[in-house]
């Protein structure tokens, strides 16, 4: 079914940012538009879409897309050129290309016409995209529960015989059977220093000490929206300078939400957790944005970094997640995904952020 809202809506930013023609080819950005999937792998598979309204997808015959109203359909077959399709359909001048397009397909099209000016074109669909409508919402509210239990199950499992490979095995075979579909990503599970790597991948063999902290950064695709949640507690004791670290991301997070509201700049957002942080000493251990949307692709806009000047509409879907990082130390995250409501946030995911320490029982 072609969502013939949504197409509006691109057109009409399309216009605002002055293209008439883009190509849209990210597997998401498809399926938001007419859910279906493509997946056309190393083959060309996209939509071309005009300001005047005009929809055309060009498909291979295997990738079994069916057609549909208000869409022009264009199939090729394998050893035959689409590219020659596209470029067909295209008007002299720009063409917003799609970011996430493997360049020897842009290169391909612009191989067939001398008279096209290939520019960035993902933005009209990545902000239509980020404003959540009701059933969006729904679906990342049933995903945050998944996420809350996903959690709950990994603090509930720590155990000393059990290493970082295999209890994100365990995390991720939960999340499956609770209806997630598996992808490539690994369930973050870090022990002790560990964990001051923001993106360090579970290790087989990597054992549990006491004092340790235990950050898990849970995320999974769940009927094609993403959950994304971290937390971390301590095994069997916390030092009072560890205890300090958490408190301290804690309350960064909390005065981040705090702060999202319409009209916001996530600049500013990013800049209520920072301040936190930097004001108890540890500025210089928070290397990272404080958060990134989330929908249909676990990072997607808006981000929320010093850098980005978006304003916070409502509808908008993001993850809140500063954190410390002391090298050789420490790493303490806490994330969660909000929605923008009319005067505030809705926080999604909801296990609870007081101090906890486990082990002991």
């Avoid at 399309?14 to 498809?30: C, Y």
């Avoid at 251990?285 to 249909?296: N, S």
């Avoid at 002391?326 to 296990?351: A, F, N, Q, S």
């Avoid at 101090?355 to 002991?360: A, P, S, T």
């Amino acid at each position: 079914m072609l969502h013939q809202e949504r197409v509006d809506r691109v057109i009409k930013e399309m216009k605002r940012e002055g293209l008439s023609q883009i190509i849209i080819a990210d597997d998401p950005a498809v399926l938001w538009l007419t859910d279906r999937k493509s997946e056309p792998m190393e083959r060309c598979g996209a939509l071309l879409l005009k300001e005047n309204g005009e929809l055309h997808a060009f498909m291979n015959r295997l990738f079994c897309f069916e057609p549909m109203e208000g869409m022009v359909m264009h199939y090729y077959s394998d050893g035959e050129n689409p590219y020659q399709l596209i470029a067909a359909e295209l008007s002299p001048g720009k063409v917003g290309f799609d970011k996430n397009w493997a360049s020897k397909h842009t290169i391909s099209v612009l191989m067939e016409r001398e008279d096209l000016i290939p520019v960035l074109g993902s933005d009209p669909v990545d902000i239509c995209k980020s404003i959540k409508d009701e059933a969006e919402k729904e679906a990342l509210r049933h995903a945050a529960e998944i996420n809350d239990r996903a959690v709950a199950y990994g603090i509930q499992h720590i155990h000393p015989d059990l290493d970082e490979k295999t209890l994100s095995d365990m995390i991720e075979q939960f999340f499956e059977e609770q209806g997630a579909t598996k992808d490539i990503q690994l369930q973050y599970v870090c022990y002790g220093k560990n964990a001051a790597e923001p993106h360090h991948g579970a290790v087989a063999g990597e054992k549990l000490q006491e004092g340790d902290a235990v950050l898990f950064d849970l995320w999974a695709p769940i009927n094609n929206y993403w959950c994304d949640m971290t937390r971390t507690v301590f095994y069997k004791s916390c030092s009072e300078e560890h205890a300090k670290i958490y408190e301290t991301v804690k309350a960064a997070q909390q005065a981040a939400i705090d702060s999202v509201h319409p009209g916001v700049k996530m600049c500013e957002v990013d800049a209520a957790a920072r301040k936190v942080i930097t004001d108890a000493g540890y500025g210089a251990y928070f290397i990272t944005r404080t958060g990134h949307g989330a929908g249909m692709t676990v990072h997607e806009p808006p981000e929320a970094s010093p850098s980005c000047e978006l304003i916070a509409e409502p509808g908008m879907c993001f993850s809140i997640e500063p954190g410390i990082y002391i090298p050789r130390d420490v790493g303490v995250r806490i994330e969660d995904l909000v929605i923008v409501t009319e005067d505030g946030c809705e926080v999604l995911t909801k296990y609870p952020k007081d101090l906890q320490i486990v082990g002991n029982d």
